[in-house]
């Protein structure tokens, strides 16, 4: 969990300070040609959507899975949105 200036929780509850790697980062990227630092975001555009297309995928596995199990029911979307207003 990301606390205030820099600061982690561990799982265990301990607190330490870390590095600012984000700021060193931005810091780095600004020392780049414009070139450079157009191709970055490019290709940090492109792998943020090859992973939600990885995420989206096992969400659909899983919940194919659970609908073949009998877990899930078919809803009218009224029906799902009446069921998340309840």
Do not use: W, Y
């Amino acid at each position: 969990m990301l606390l205030s200036r820099g600061l982690f929780a561990c799982a265990n509850g301990c607190i330490f300070e870390a590095v600012n790697r984000f700021g060193d980062v931005l810091e780095s990227v600004e020392t780049l040609p414009l070139e450079d630092q157009q191709e970055l975001v490019s290709i940090i555009q492109r792998r943020l959507r090859e992973h939600r297309r990885a995420e989206l995928a096992l969400t659909v596995k899983a919940a194919r899975r659970e609908f073949s199990a009998g877990r899930c029911q078919p809803a009218s979307p009224d029906e799902i949105v009446r069921d998340v207003l309840a």
